[in-house]
């Protein structure tokens, strides 16, 4: 893109250029869901009564005269992000993996390839895979192994004197691992021996500094999210599902609605693949309706209520697989979690149990504010803030 202001100071002319080495096929597809033909664009902006207006009749799609083929602002907008969040990331950056065997790390966790299923590894691979792990988490602090039951894990706890809280690697017969933390690391522990079946054994690392603390539990997260980061840089198989790029294991719900075929066409054209599915929307009991009516309704009044739904179709249409299929079993959306307050939650988009995107009315403030894939307050990242009555 291209931003070219006029010597007069009143016009601003911005031209986007479709890149040259753009997949013929991908441009194609675009056009195809646009209905449109995708060329380069253009969009004029005057200064009116001192704020710069569009100039409608010189925007738009620019033909080989140079002439200009009237297109709304939206349509552009369409365009441009089909073709960066679908063509922006070059093909080599795709193929790395967080989690394979001396790959390098992606800068972002966005091009990672999904795990296919494996057969039982062989018995070198489960040794280099828990070779590997051992390596980990002598540089992160980690205790020798330990027989993986409670009582071991307490007698540790007493000898280190620093308390029950801190952080655990469970260690699976197949190479496999899990990080996690907890106030109680003998009783998270137990939890895990009864859902693992194949736990080899476990190292623990105790943190003084969340024990007795008020904001203990919050300390110990923000602590794991980045033990967890540290452990898929650096190659280890683990079966968390919070913080991960990639997730180990079959989908308990995915793989029955979307088949491995559909998923593979929304890895490459997220966008366009949900804005062709035809899938038609499930309908739900009239009584669990009725549970969320005053919510929603409060919500729906809101002067912000049409823009909040409006980014949240965005978010879905992009980051969702399959938005109409896999609502509920993959998804669910809440409104006004505290209805009648003038400010805190006004919406929560939970994905497997992870809460991806929050937005909220900041208190005493008159914005909105934004938090994707975070389920850490003090962590959050601001997305964006926009005034309440932004168009």
Not at 42 to 64: P, Y
Request: overall charge negative.
């Amino acid at each position: 893109m291209t931003i070219e202001p006029y010597g007069d100071g009143a016009t601003i002319l911005m031209s986007t250029q479709i890149p040259t080495d753009l997949d013929e096929n991908l441009r194609w597809r675009i056009g195809e869901a646009l209905e449109l033909d995708i060329r380069d664009m253009r969009m004029q902006w005057r200064l009116r009564d001192n704020g710069w207006c569009l100039d409608v009749e010189q925007t738009g799609f620019v033909g080989t005269d140079e002439t200009i083929a009237v297109a709304t602002l939206d349509t552009l907008c369409d365009v441009m992000v089909g073709v960066v969040s679908n063509g922006a990331l070059p093909t080599s950056d795709s193929s790395k993996q967080w989690h394979s065997a001396g790959a390098s790390t992606p800068s972002s966790v966005l091009p990672a390839v999904p795990l296919a299923l494996e057969p039982p590894p062989r018995p070198d691979v489960v040794a280099a895979r828990l070779h590997r792990i051992a390596m980990w988490s002598a540089e992160n602090g980690f205790s020798a192994p330990l027989e993986p039951n409670p009582t071991t894990v307490a007698r540790k706890l007493d000898e280190a004197g620093a308390g029950c809280a801190g952080y655990y690697i469970l260690e699976f017969v197949d190479g496999q691992c899990y990080i996690g933390e907890s106030i109680d690391l003998p009783e998270r522990l137990r939890q895990h021996r009864a859902r693992y079946q194949d736990i080899q054994q476990v190292r623990i690392r105790p943190d003084s500094a969340a024990t007795g603390s008020l904001l203990g539990k919050r300390h110990l997260r923000l602590h794991e999210k980045s033990l967890i980061h540290s452990a898929q840089a650096a190659g280890l198989l683990a079966r968390n599902i919070n913080e991960m790029a990639t997730m180990l294991g079959v989908s308990k719900y995915l793989d029955e609605l979307v088949s491995a075929e559909e998923q593979r066409l929304w890895l490459d054209a997220p966008d366009i693949v949900n804005t062709t599915d035809t899938a038609m929307r499930r309908s739900f009991p009239s009584e669990r309706m009725v549970r969320t009516a005053v919510n929603y309704q409060q919500f729906r009044h809101r002067d912000d209520g049409d823009q909040i739904t409006r980014i949240i179709g965005h978010y879905l249409n992009r980051c969702v697989p399959y938005p109409v299929r896999t609502e509920h079993h993959c998804w669910a959306l809440s409104c006004l979690t505290s209805p009648g307050k003038s400010f805190g939650r006004l919406s929560c988009l939970t994905i497997a149990m992870t809460e991806a995107l929050v937005i909220y009315q900041d208190r005493g403030m008159n914005r909105l504010g934004f938090d994707a894939a975070s389920f850490l307050e003090e962590d959050a990242h601001h997305v964006q803030a926009l005034p309440r009555r932004a168009a």
